[in-house]
């Protein structure tokens, strides 16, 4: 486990670090996730082996800091993930970020593009989220106040999210969990997938096969995004599906 200050009161990101081969891979979990649970078989997987692999939990998350003062933007989770990896002297990373860290990883490259070569985003978020009380995602979180969600609706999130959610959700500072649901659900200006559409480093977009036609593929396509659909999974491509997710994703990372 290696760490970096990353806010002026002093509070660290935490990651786990495999050893191997320059430039470095940096995983980034999903809301209420943290990616040494989401990634490691992935980032031991023989396709994807031997490389510098930085398993990366956000601050709110995981194993890392949860300090009540930070507001938990989109844009404050990649300027912490920036000083992070500049910490561990990463640069032209390989992002490969899933769901919510899909949104910080675009973020990250436009707002620090050294940091970041190439993207693969699993089932990212793109697009500001309307709230949905009966929701287990960042819709359902952002639909309560912050102090309703903190004096109990935490508690009904809980129970709709199912166990295996939970089991990384309740590591997450609640506070670190809402504001960051409410900020993904708001989405930034631009919008994340102005921002992957006007990026020109490698972008690879991966989503399960099941859920169809990724609503704006054209554009992604048109503006050098591959959109790649893998069978036999849900929206936890990795746990799913780790063989089809770790082929989809050593191609992503073999594309010019």
């Not at 009161?9 to 040494?36: F, K, M, N």
């Not at 082996?49 to 507001?71: I, K, N």
């Not at 769901?99 to 985003?121: E, K, T």
Request: glycine share 8%; proline share 6%; charged share 20%.
């Amino acid at each position: 486990m290696r760490n970096a200050v990353v806010t002026p009161g002093g509070d660290r990101i935490r990651w786990v670090e495999l050893a191997g081969e320059e430039p470095a891979r940096v995983y980034v979990h999903g809301l209420g996730s943290t990616s040494p649970a989401y990634f490691a078989a992935s980032a031991t997987h023989p396709l994807l082996a031997g490389r510098r692999s930085l398993l990366v939990d956000l601050l709110g998350h995981g194993h890392s800091d949860r300090p009540e003062e930070f507001d938990y933007t989109l844009e404050a989770h990649a300027d912490a993930l920036a000083a992070a990896l500049s910490d561990a002297d990463v640069e032209g990373a390989e992002l490969i970020a899933h769901s919510m860290g899909g949104a910080v990883a675009i973020v990250l490259a436009d707002r620090h593009p050294h940091l970041v070569s190439r993207l693969v985003l699993v089932d990212a978020n793109l697009d500001p989220q309307r709230t949905v009380p009966v929701m287990p995602g960042s819709s359902g979180i952002a639909s309560y106040t912050e102090e309703e969600f903190l004096a109990g609706g935490w508690a009904e999130v809980r129970d709709r999210v199912g166990a295996h959610w939970w089991s990384t959700m309740r590591l997450a500072g609640r506070t670190a969990l809402y504001r960051t649901a409410v900020h993904l659900a708001a989405g930034t200006t631009p919008t994340m997938r102005e921002l992957l559409l006007e990026s020109k480093i490698p972008r690879t977009y991966l989503l399960p096969e099941a859920d169809g036609p990724l609503p704006g593929a054209d554009a992604l396509e048109a503006s050098g995004v591959a959109v790649v659909s893998v069978p036999d999974c849900g929206h936890n491509i990795m746990l799913d599906n780790p063989e089809g997710f770790a082929r989809a994703t050593a191609a992503a990372l073999a594309r010019d």
